[in-house]
């Protein structure tokens, strides 16, 4: 079955130390990856993706993630937290022949410390 | 360009009576997906169109629920009646649509807090 999973209910980090949020992913086929955040009584805001290319993808307010194939992961990271960045982090995934169809990890919760 | 508008942002209601959320997709979308997020979950889909067609309405539970798309633009999702279980955050998301393997970001909606008493 198709599948993410993201192993920590919650990550806390000091503010100006690197963030890592793991999602691990099981699919058969090559994977669509995707990462989104939701603040609180706010939707999911779009932050990065995979599709194919470079395995390294940057994407908004200083995020990037990697996609290693041979570990099935695609872990979120940040080189300088902000307490702004507290929120619940969410990594999706869908492959070919399937992708309308996003399927979710159970989220994770960041909280940054000043 | 705005973003997915969805309304009401929160409803209570007692259990049996029906409930009705709207969605506005993105300008040009052709695709709207409802989704559901129970607390400490990630979303799950319940229905996706292209344009006006229900193409993947696998997950909605039927004897209850609903949705329509009139004009392939706005869509309802109806919950008729209403069980306690169904408190959750009801989700609307829209993306430009997919042609063979492209892939398109879907973007999603503040949602609905629905809390059934």
């Known amino acids: 079955a198709q599948s993410v999973a993201q192993p920590e209910d919650q990550v806390n980090v000091a503010e100006g130390n690197p963030l890592t949020v793991k999602c691990t992913y099981s699919?058969?086929?090559?994977?669509?990856l995707f990462w989104y955040v939701q603040y609180p009584n706010r939707g999911l805001q779009f932050l990065l993706k995979y599709i194919t290319g470079d395995n390294l993808v940057k994407g908004s307010y200083g995020f990037e993630a990697e996609f290693n194939k041979s570990q099935t992961s695609f872990h979120l990271k940040k080189p300088s937290a902000l307490v702004s960045d507290s929120a619940l982090y969410f990594c999706?995934?869908?492959?070919?022949?399937?992708?309308?169809?996003?399927?979710f990890g159970t989220g994770t919760r960041l909280q940054v410390f000043p | 360009e705005a973003g997915v508008v969805q309304s009401p942002r929160y409803k209570i209601i007692e259990k049996k009576q029906p409930v009705a959320f709207w969605c506005n997709p993105i300008?040009?979308?052709?695709?709207l997906y409802w989704y559901l997020q129970n607390l400490g979950q990630g979303p799950e889909l319940l229905i996706r169109?292209?344009?006006?067609?229900?193409?993947?309405d696998s997950q909605l539970p039927k004897d209850r629920f609903s949705a329509e798309r009139l004009k392939g633009v706005d869509s309802t999702l109806k919950i008729q009646p209403a069980e306690l279980g169904d408190s959750a955050v009801y989700l609307c998301a829209s993306s430009r649509g997919t042609s063979g393997d492209q892939l398109d970001t879907q973007y999603f909606g503040p949602g609905t807090r629905l809390t059934v008493l």
């Open positions: 999706a995934v869908t492959y070919l022949g399937n992708t309308d169809k996003l399927i």
């Open positions: 699919v058969s086929g090559n994977p669509y």
């Open positions: 169109y292209e344009n006006e067609e229900a193409v993947d």
């Open positions: 300008s040009g979308h052709n695709t």
